[in-house]
């Protein structure tokens, strides 16, 4: 029994020892302005700004609760409590919030947001994201929501919707909270709108808007591909011009297509090798057989009609100057004499 009686003695002494031990640390590292209470497996840390325009750094990373009030806060980034993963509780009240910059899904176990006593009009959904699916409790009261302006329609300004899930599909802020407080009226409470309405945000009619964000980007990217379409029409019909006015072949610059009295010219001077030019100016054996059956025993006929039939094949580029180049490449090759005149034609032009 003596010993049963010591040993409770003992359990009891270190157990006093290790909470007195846990408050020692808490306070040790609490920031100032702030109180660090240590509740079992909970930390809820107090912090009093009183008109403070900076949030204290080393909030310890074990924080449960935190509560911040009566600091000058009009744009609040979350970031700056990036590393309390452990959040269960957000309490900011008091604190002239009118922006919320960055999102709340980083706090996976967040389970109540108390915002009230603001300057919120607007709740973007881009700032709860999945967290809203989740969430047991938002308190919104006493913040000056303007339930008409907030969807004014072309006119509204860029903070009062939210383009972050599609550029094309903005959300309003106050229509996204609407639909909020009308489908968990349970967890978001006290969202009304401004006096002197001072109605209740689920009894106001709202109309959906067009941002003028996603005009912006929708006018930019038409901007942009009238801009390549108009660079793109231009190129092909400089690269038309060029073909029109220019042959591939040679040096020489023929603007118009020879004429079937030049053909015929050339089709007398031309002898009995023709089968082979022909070959050479892209005609098939079938095709030479061709212009030979259909002008039987007249030779100049049938070399002119193997001619006009390259003239037809080659198209705008049929110039003299492109036949001349063909005929010089020949082999053997031809008497220069064949198509002097054709030479003295480029020359001409």
Known sequence: MILQAVMSRWNEYWLVMLVMSCVSWCASSCPGDCTCNQYVVDLNVVCHGNGSTTIPDGLPLDTT???LTQYRLPVLDLRVFGGLRKLRGLELVSNEIAQIEGTLEMFTNLQEVDLSKNKLTGVSPRMFGNTAKRLGLVELSENPFDCDAQCGGLLSSSDQCDCSVHMFDCVCNIKWLQEQVTQRPSVWVGVRCQVPKDTDIQNVEIHDHLCKTKWRYLLAIILVCLVALAI???????????KRRYAPL??????IMITEAQLNTLAGNLGLDWESLAIHLGMTTREVQGFIRNNDRNMRGQIF???VAWRDKNGELATAATLVEQLKSFQPPL???????LEESCSSD
């Open 65 to 67: 609760y935190l509560i």
């Open 232 to 242: 793109a029409i231009t190129v092909i019909l400089v690269c038309r011009c060029k």
């Open 250 to 255: 040679g040096r020489y610059t023929g603007l």
């Open 305 to 307: 009609a193997m001619l």
């Open 335 to 341: 008497d220069p004499e064949i198509y002097r005149f």
